[in-house]
């Protein structure tokens, strides 16, 4: 409990923290403003036009052609699917550049021992090193939940006042909406752990900070172009696609919300729990593996 | 807790490899309560790595190190027991000397105002919450020794502490560490600065290349080389004074100087007297640590 304690006074004792969390918070708000104005907005006007305005003169096309134009047009007029999916997303609003700040976060508390030579002093401390590293998986966790509650503060009230502001309910009775909501804060916590295990796995801050955003932000597409090229040309199968989740970044995208699985439109999405244990197996694979290394490493 | 071992430091056939140097080659010493250690050693001799085996964050190829009979890692709360200052350690640019001290203090179940006694006892209050970025090198070695004593241990563990400070620094520092001694307390203190060191040191360590080369009393170091002390004459027949003085006496010429070792200075004069040799100059000269040290360590210091 002390170490934890420890480690959190690390985080807090330096201008870090405070850079990411304006961050994060400044992406939440950015966020949160398309998510409600930009894309909900967007979709409950169109619902509301006149049906004639959206579909070409039927004198134009072939009457099946305009007849599936028509059917179209009235499922996304669907205002309770519209309402639900625009709640999910403005809920978790700014989710992706928040994982990608916890994760640096993470990784930074971990690298710091040795960009700042402070590991002699941690270790001096404490020689138990598994602990000190648990210790930072838990503080990070901690820390995470917090950015959580903050963010979806934020979220839930900007989103539901807006919401209002248009007529609608805030949709929070909705599972739909709320498991998003609730696998955000299981996202957060493993990608601050994630984080901590990459920090250990590449001593060198640089190195961590660099791989980690990389991966992230760069790693899903090329994942993403990597698994259509071999579905595409070598093995057409379904698990192909499928195999994406097995990649940090997409694994918890289909946790949060399986719909927005890149591969969705072609092969079934996997379940939502299949992002769950992957993130975990990340997780555990960083966290053992690293202190495995941190416990055999000379500090010198 | 055996009352008599505490705080002693025993060494016993440590030994690391880093790839084919040997950097520490089956060592062994102790080091008492109550007295201040020296630690000793060209550079590369292995005192560093020596020093963090002894704390743990090396892990030793062979052999052992305890304090007060436990291994530092076996210890509860081991900077209630040993503080320690090492060369390679650092406090984050970023946060105030109050912090990292809290930061330990939090970690090892001290209260934090134990952070602003020992800024208080190391002359650092004034510059507590001002960024480490900032402070000088003398202020960043102050830290370090504000760091090993907020447990208030019984044993310290020093690299080259002195580096750094200033003719005052350094006199305050043996201040401190004398009187830390003084109270029944362990002080093993490496450092270059002979002539510091024979001030300070009541035993030292010698190492070169891994090994130990001598262990003592530094009293009992000096004397216990067989050249500890030389005897200086001025003579204008120095063959038959020395021819006088028998097979156990080592000479050298130099310049009109002869250099007599392995005899002593009244030896010299009776033994002149027995043969009328004329005197021109006998002088009995004491060989200092740096001396002693430099011989000890001749032919071995070449960095592995
Ligand atoms: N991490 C390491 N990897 C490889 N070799 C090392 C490492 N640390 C020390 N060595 C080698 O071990 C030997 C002993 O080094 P050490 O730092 O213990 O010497 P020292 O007595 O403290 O020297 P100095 O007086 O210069 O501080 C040296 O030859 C050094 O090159
Ligand atoms: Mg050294």
């Known amino acids: 409990m002390r170490l934890i304690r420890s480690e959190?006074?690390?985080?807090?004792?330096?201008?870090?923290?405070?850079?990411?969390?304006?961050?994060?918070l400044a992406f939440n708000v950015l966020m949160l403003l398309i998510w409600t104005f930009g894309y909900t907005g967007d979709r409950l006007r169109s619902a509301k036009m006149p049906m004639e305005q959206m579909l070409p003169?039927?004198?134009?096309?072939?009457?099946?052609?305009?007849?599936?134009?028509?059917?179209?047009?009235?499922?996304?007029?669907?205002?309770?699917?519209?309402?639900?999916?625009?709640?999910?997303?403005?809920?978790?609003?700014?989710?992706?550049?928040?994982?990608?700040?916890?994760?640096?976060?993470?990784a930074i508390l971990m690298t710091n021992e040795f960009f700042h030579q402070t590991a002699t002093t941690t270790f001096l401390t404490t020689p138990q090193r598994t602990k000190v590293i648990l210790a930072k998986f838990a503080a990070i966790g901690f820390f995470s939940v917090i950015i959580w509650a903050v963010t979806t503060a934020v979220s839930v009230g900007g989103g539901a006042a807006y919401l209002a502001s248009?007529?609608?309910?805030?949709?929070?009775?909705?599972?739909?909406?709320?498991?998003?909501?609730?696998?955000?804060?299981?996202?957060?916590?493993?990608?601050?752990?994630?984080?901590?295990?990459?920090?250990?796995?590449l001593r060198s801050q640089i190195a961590a900070v660099v791989v980690g955003a990389v991966a992230y932000v760069i790693g899903s597409q090329a994942v993403q172009i990597a698994a259509f090229l071999v579905y595409e040309y070598l093995?057409?199968?379904?698990?192909?696609?499928?195999?994406?989740?097995?990649?940090?970044?997409?694994?918890?995208?289909?946790?949060?919300?399986?719909?927005?699985?890149?591969?969705?439109?072609?092969?079934?999405?996997?379940?939502?729990?299949?992002?769950?244990?992957?993130?975990?197996?990340?997780?555990?694979?960083?966290?053992?593996?690293?202190?495995?290394?941190?416990?055999?490493?000379?500090?010198? | 807790m055996t009352s008599t071992a505490?705080?002693?430091?025993?060494?016993?056939?440590?030994?690391?490899?880093?790839?084919?140097?040997?950097?520490?080659?089956?060592?062994?010493?102790?080091?008492?309560?109550?007295?201040?250690?020296?630690?000793?050693?060209?550079?590369?001799?292995?005192?560093?790595?020596t020093l963090r085996m002894v704390l743990n964050l090396v892990t030793p190829t062979s052999g052992a190190a305890t304090i007060s009979g436990q291994r530092y890692a076996d210890l509860a709360d081991p900077i209630r027991h040993v503080g320690a200052i090492l060369e390679a350690s650092s406090a984050h640019k970023g946060r105030s000397g109050r912090n990292h001290l809290r930061i330990q203090c939090a970690a090892a179940g001290l209260p934090l105002t134990r952070a602003d006694e020992m800024l208080e006892l190391v002359g650092l209050t004034p510059a507590a919450k001002r960024k480490f970025r900032g402070y000088s090198l003398g202020m960043r070695q102050r830290l370090g020794i504000a760091s090993a004593m907020l447990g208030n241990p019984s044993a310290l563990i020093l690299d080259e502490p002195a580096n750094g400070l200033d003719p005052e620094g350094i006199r305050w520092m043996r201040d401190l560490l004398r009187h830390f001694a003084s109270e029944g307390r362990t002080v093993l203190v490496s450092s270059h600065l002979l002539g510091e060191m024979e001030q300070l040191a009541d035993d030292v360590v010698i190492i070169a290349s891994g090994k130990l080369v001598a262990q003592g009393a530094v009293d009992d170091v000096v004397k216990g080389m067989s050249t500890s002390e030389q005897v200086r004459v001025r003579t204008p027949d120095a063959d038959k004074l020395v021819a006088a003085l028998g097979p156990d006496a080592k000479f050298s010429k130099d310049n009109g100087v002869l250099m007599l070792s392995g005899v002593s200075a009244p030896e010299v004069g009776a033994a002149a007297l027995r043969a009328g040799v004329e005197l021109h100059e006998l002088v009995a000269e004491r060989r200092d640590l740096e001396d002693v040290f430099l011989e000890l360590t001749a032919g071995k210091a070449a960095i592995r």
């Open chain 1, 8 to 24: 959190l006074m690390k985080i807090r004792t330096t201008n870090v923290w405070w850079i990411f969390a304006l961050s994060i």
């Open chain 1, 57 to 106: 003169p039927a004198s134009e096309v072939p009457p099946e052609e305009y007849e599936r134009m028509r059917q179209e047009i009235l499922a996304s007029r669907d205002i309770d699917k519209i309402l639900i999916d625009g709640a999910t997303q403005i809920y978790t609003s700014g989710q992706f550049f928040i994982l990608l700040f916890i994760m640096l976060l993470g």
């Open chain 1, 166 to 201: 248009q007529g609608y309910g805030a949709q929070l009775g909705e599972w739909q909406v709320q498991r998003p909501i609730l696998m955000n804060l299981l996202a957060f916590v493993l990608w601050g752990i994630l984080g901590v295990g990459l920090g250990v796995l």
């Open chain 1, 235 to 300: 093995i057409k199968k379904d698990w192909v696609i499928q195999a994406m989740v097995g990649w940090p970044s997409v694994a918890s995208q289909v946790m949060i919300s399986p719909d927005a699985f890149m591969g969705a439109g072609i092969v079934a999405a996997p379940k939502w729990w299949v992002g769950l244990l992957v993130l975990i197996g990340y997780g555990l694979f960083f966290g053992v593996i690293g202190t495995l290394i941190t416990r055999k490493r000379d500090i010198t």
């Open chain 2, 6 to 49: 505490d705080g002693q430091i025993v060494v016993s056939g440590l030994t690391k490899h880093y790839g084919r140097v040997r950097a520490v080659d089956d060592l062994s010493f102790t080091v008492q309560p109550g007295r201040v250690t020296g630690f000793l050693g060209p550079n590369g001799a292995g005192k560093t790595t």
